[in-house]
């Protein structure tokens, strides 16, 4: 989304460096592209290391673009974030099946993640800002911030085998998972660790320019989607960096769990 711009890096406390004794994450966002406006050049780094990553979609970004119908744009876009997901070494994208712009916050999402999670076992769950504005300036959409704060929830409903108990009955039985440790806020406008980035830069804007579709929808046929993924994504790491030892990173609000 255009409105995602980079954390102000004057008089800001010094930033902690990301944990790194973990081997399974579970990305949890709203839309195809979240990722890539965010987290996309930490990912890189930590699958090339040997981490596991994996992305679970709550739309498909059927709202996503105004030239097209829900349907054609969901299907595009489900086939951008799988790519895009690939070129930073993530080969395991889920989606669900709310509605892109109106998800509802409630027992159902709630239910949904707290089924991911069980599902996938992740020792670090990350999302995307879930607080009310980006930076302090420019509104949050209804979608990050409902879904951010279900994940922030989900990593205690994954734990509590009293909470949603139908999941742990039956053949598809999801047993309790109280194996996650943090919960990794991309976007925060209060971030309190970073990720220094190096090898993972020309990867996240690979990434984020396999959303071509739904960047020229944003800017026009004629927007050249690495051109306008590496305008944004270069100033914002090393936005970070200012806040981080002077070197290019990626900054997360880590909630301990």
């Not at 930490?42 to 673009?65: F, K, M, N, Q």
């Not at 086939?79 to 099946?97: C, I, S």
């Not at 879930?130 to 409903?157: E, F, I, K, Q, S």
């Not at 914002?236 to 070197?247: K, P, Q, S, V, Y």
Request: charged fraction near 25%.
């Amino acid at each position: 989304m255009p409105e995602k711009t980079g954390p102000r890096a004057a008089a800001q406390p010094p930033l902690a460096p990301m944990p790194d004794d973990w081997q399974r994450a579970l990305a949890i966002v709203a839309h195809p592209d979240d990722l890539e406006y965010g987290a996309a050049a930490a990912i890189a780094e930590w699958t090339a290391a040997g981490r596991e990553v994996s992305y679970l979609l709550v739309t498909r970004g059927e709202a996503g673009i105004d030239g097209l119908a829900p349907a054609e744009c969901a299907t595009i876009r489900e086939a951008e974030q799988r790519a895009g997901a690939a070129l930073v070494g993530v080969t395991t994208v889920e989606f669900l099946d709310h509605h892109d712009g109106v998800i509802e916050a409630g027992t159902r999402l709630r239910r949904d993640l707290c089924a991911a999670v069980r599902r996938h076992r992740p020792e670090l769950l990350i999302t995307l800002n879930h607080h009310d504005t980006w930076d302090g300036a420019h509104w949050n959409t209804p979608d990050h911030r409902v879904v951010g704060r279900a994940v922030l929830d989900a990593a205690g409903d994954a734990g509590n085998r009293w909470i949603f108990p139908e999941l742990t009955a039956g053949e598809g039985k999801l047993a309790p998972w109280k194996g996650v440790r943090w919960v990794a806020v991309a976007g925060s406008p209060h971030p309190t660790h970073a990720v220094e980035v190096g090898p993972g830069i020309d990867p996240a804007i690979d990434s984020l320019a396999a959303h071509g579709a739904y960047i020229k929808g944003l800017g026009g046929a004629e927007q050249d989607p690495h051109a306008y993924a590496r305008a944004f994504i270069e100033p914002m790491l090393r936005a970070g960096g200012e806040r981080h030892r002077g070197r290019p990173a990626t900054l997360f609000q880590l909630y301990p769990h």
